[in-house]
Structure formats: structure tokens, C-alpha cells
């Protein structure tokens, strides 16, 4: 295991990210920090069944098919905002101005 390399000063996050990826752990963070901006985005977390994601496609199961025919309507404005958040968040393990979601799949 490789000992993490302090400079003078490195941030929490920075360390963090830097302890997330050399135990192998980065994937599994990644994936439960983009639960989380499907939660915030949509707002539909309490209805959200299954949630999985895979080769940037996140597929989303919610149990209310009212529910359902409007969030497929603002797919767009969804993945943006989702994006948006995990682009602003420190934690998340990803190349700065990519699309981290490339596909929204709601079922």
C-alpha cells in the first residue's frame, strides 16, 4: 500500500480522494454519490425504487407512473442538473467538465 504524499498543505477532500483511490473504493463512492444527485435533481428519492448504474447510464425505477411520465419529460434539465452537482462536488472522482451521466433511464 502506498503511503499518501503530503505536501505542505492538502486539503481534506484532497486526501480523501486521493485514501478513496489507492484502497480501490472510488467505484462504489462514485456510484452512492450519484444516487445522491438523482435524489437532489429530481427530488424523487422517496419514490425511487431501484436505482443502477453502469457505463454511464443510470437506470431509475419509481413507483408512481404519474410520477414517472414527468420525470421522463424533464430528462434533459435532469441530467444537466445531475451532472452539474457531481461536477461541483469535491468527493466525486471524475474528469472535471465531463458528463458523468450520459443516459437517464427511468422505468
Known sequence: MNKIQFRRYTSLASALQLMLR?????PEF??????SAWDEASGAGAYTIRRYFKDGKLYV????????SQL?????????SMNRLLGEDELFS???GKKY???????
Open 30 to 35: 462514485n456510484r452512492r454519490r450519484i444516487y
Open 72 to 80: 421522463h419529460f424533464q430528462k434533459a434539465a435532469l441530467l444537466e
Open 61 to 68: 425505477t419509481v413507483n408512481s407512473s404519474v410520477l414517472r
Open 94 to 96: 471524475g474528469t472535471p
Open 22 to 26: 489507492q484502497n480501490g473504493l472510488a
Open 101 to 107: 451521466i450520459k443516459e437517464l433511464i427511468i422505468k
